[in-house]
């Protein structure tokens, strides 16, 4: 991974009146596994059916190693693909699937026939060559596709939410193989996908889409510690928006009061901080120390509503004012739980690089 090989610049699609994409820019390196996440309509599909050829862009430019790509169609393109929707030849078998882009290609007999035993290999189907489609699992399906999408050794491939139809166990199977396939081939992976969960697994950058733009880029870690709108914080992990006063701020760094008296210095705030409005305090639950309360602690003095049991984590809701609440996430077992109880009195500390305010 090193230099800048796929260049999207400026671009913006309009259908009729509708703006699907606003102004999309991203550098992508080579070898690189970059995720577009983003709700339903924030204009992922459409960005990468503009890299794909499916639809030209009103504006802006695509470069692949400095040459536009635009003037390209899409079959010439030389592009891999792996879409939902972009499913395999019914009426041909698993084999001919794959060989059929090479023989598109026209490659020799011998050539299509070692390359679809290695791909067969590397997707781990060795065996279901004769096989046709409907013979076969959603799961292995979807290897196929990305088989037949890597048999020509694309530059580039283009997977869009390829693992929606696929139940949990699976997608996280299939996940884990397009992570193995990704290390072994060293293709540039653009990856479109709602899920979260599935792009902090796979990727080595997200970049976060809301609204036809992208809100920030960065690698999960990254955006998790630092969200640099609410948006990207509410999107990536999960989190809790109390109200607060912005006391002042400097640098980068606020000086906030929540309720009548606790105050808490050195947080990290975004947006544009006036002195005295009041502004959105993120808390990360997992990023909360609770401890009993002594009516002494410097934090904040909350009651406990609610304890879930999750598996390894326990949830715990707690009221910290009338009409506010905020969750603390605690492993299972930690003593902090032992033996707490609706009702109970508790402290809430976090440090000031676990917080962010937004105004
Ligand atoms: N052919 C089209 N004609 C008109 N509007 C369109 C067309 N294709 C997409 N749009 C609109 O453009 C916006 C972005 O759509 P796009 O499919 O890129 O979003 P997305 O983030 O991929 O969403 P999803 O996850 O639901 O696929 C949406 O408001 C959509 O309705």
Do not use: W
Not at 276 to 285: D, S, V
Not at 340 to 348: A, E, F, M, Q, T
Request: charged share 25%.
């Amino acid at each position: 991974m090193s230099e800048s090989f796929l260049k999207i610049k400026g671009i913006r699609k309009e259908y009729g009146p509708v703006v699907a994409v606003h102004d999309v820019n991203l550098d992508v390196r080579r070898g690189e596994f970059l995720t577009f996440l983003g709700p339903s309509g924030s204009g992922k599909s459409t960005t990468l059916y503009i890299l794909a050829g499916f639809e030209n862009p009103t504006k802006g430019d695509i470069l692949l190693n400095g040459r536009t790509l635009l003037s390209t169609p899409s079959h010439k393109r030389n592009i891999g693909m792996v879409f939902q929707r972009y499913t395999l030849f019914p009426h041909l078998t698993v084999g001919e699937n794959i060989a059929f882009p090479l023989k598109v290609r026209r490659k020799s007999k011998a050539e299509v026939d070692s390359r679809v035993r290695e791909m067969l290999r590397l997707v781990r189907l060795e065996g279901f060559e004769d096989r046709k489609p409907a013979q076969m699992s959603g799961g292995q399906q979807q290897r196929v596709a990305l088989a037949r999408a890597l048999a020509y050794d694309p530059p580039v491939l283009l997977m869009d939410e390829p693992l929606s139809a696929l139940d949990k166990k699976l997608r996280e199977e299939i996940q884990h193989e397009i992570r193995r396939i990704h290390q072994q081939t060293e293709v540039t992976i653009l990856y479109v996908t709602h899920d979260q969960e599935e792009a902090l697994r796979l990727s080595d950058r997200i970049a976060v889409f809301s609204k036809g733009v992208i809100d920030q880029i960065g690698t999960g870690p990254e955006l998790y510690a630092n969200p640099r709108t609410r948006f990207v914080a509410e999107f990536i992990g999960d989190s809790d928006f109390i109200s607060c006063h912005l006391l002042s701020s400097d640098n980068g760094q606020a000086t906030i009061s929540l309720g009548d008296k606790a105050i808490f210095e050195r947080i990290p705030v975004h947006g544009q901080a006036a002195t005295g409005r009041k502004a959105a305090l993120m808390l990360r639950p997992e990023r909360i120390r609770l401890g009993r309360s002594n009516g002494a602690g410097k934090g904040l003095s909350a009651t406990v509503n609610d304890i879930t049991f999750l598996g390894n984590n326990v949830h715990v809701t707690t009221q910290i004012s009338a009409n506010e609440t905020l969750s603390v996430r605690l492993p299972f077992g930690h003593e902090a739980i032992s033996g707490l109880s609706r009702g109970d009195h508790v402290n809430l500390e976090f440090d000031p690089g676990a917080a962010h305010v937004f105004c």
